[in-house]
Nanobody, 121 residues
Framework: QVQLVESGGGLVQAGDSLRLSCAAS????????MGWFRQAPGKEREFVAR????????YYAGTVEGRFAISRDNAKNTGYLQMNSLKPEDTAVYYC??????????????WGQGTQVTVSS
């Protein structure tokens, strides 16, 4: 079992930066890939970024590639999402998740409660 707690959200202006953190407790966080997702009001949750268990492989949604950077520190059981050049359309609740690659895709078994990010224009 892995418990995930996000932090670092807030209200910022367009063009600003934020860094989200995802603190993990429980067993063997380093065994899991980690993903960030977001859900805007009235919209479905969408994938933002993913990092493998070792931190050497990353993947981003096209809407954030070049602006966001995902990373992790397994020694601290913490993952991060650095968000730069924020836009109003980045406004959403951001969730971190932990999971594994199986049956041809990443499956996320553990989810945090989310942190609100609001970007004003």
């Amino acid at each position: 079992q892995v418990q995930l707690v996000e932090s670092g959200g807030g209200l910022v202006q367009a063009g600003d930066s934020l860094r989200l953190s995802c603190a993990a407790s429980g067993r063997m966080f380093s065994r899991y890939a980690m993903g960030w997702f977001r859900q805007a009001p009235g919209k479905e949750r969408e994938f933002v970024a993913r990092i493998d268990w070792s931190g050497t492989s990353t993947y981003y949604a096209g809407t954030v590639e070049g602006r966001f950077a995902i990373s992790r520190d397994n020694a601290k059981n913490t993952g991060y999402l650095q968000m730069n050049s924020l836009k109003p359309e980045d406004t959403a609740v951001y969730y971190c998740a932990a999971g594994n690659f199986r049956n041809g895709r990443y499956v996320y078994d553990y989810w945090g409660q989310g942190t609100q990010v609001t970007v004003s224009s």
